[in-house]
């Protein structure tokens, strides 16, 4: 992983994160929306523009791929590289959770 992908997405925003999360899988745009609404009952929803421009910048970056059309419905599913920034941003919000439950 070079360093400007670890620059632009370590930390993550809460889009890029449920993205990749709801990518490990192959889906749409749509199908991440309410995914993504699901798992934080409704306390996030993602609106089509930071949908769709975070898809192309993922996309673009090479964290995720298109992986086939359905329905007039892009598919697309992480990359390893999309895997490894996750994983990097599962690792440090896992440090930070252990870190406030240690106290200071």
């Given at each position: 992983m ?7 997405y ?7 994160f ?71 941003e ?7 959770y ?7």
């Amino acid at each position: 992983m070079n360093a400007h992908i670890k620059k632009v997405y370590v930390p993550m925003t809460e889009t890029g994160f449920y993205i990749l999360l709801c990518l490990q899988y192959p889906n749409h745009g749509y199908g991440i929306v309410q995914r993504v609404e699901q798992m934080t009952k409704g306390e996030i929803r993602l609106t089509p523009g930071t949908m769709y421009g975070s898809l192309s910048k993922m996309e673009k970056d090479g964290l995720i791929s298109f992986v086939r059309e359905e329905e007039k419905r892009k598919i697309y599913q992480m990359t390893e590289l999309g895997r490894q920034v996750l994983e990097l941003e599962l690792k440090r919000i896992e440090r930070l959770y252990r870190n406030s439950r240690e106290g200071i």
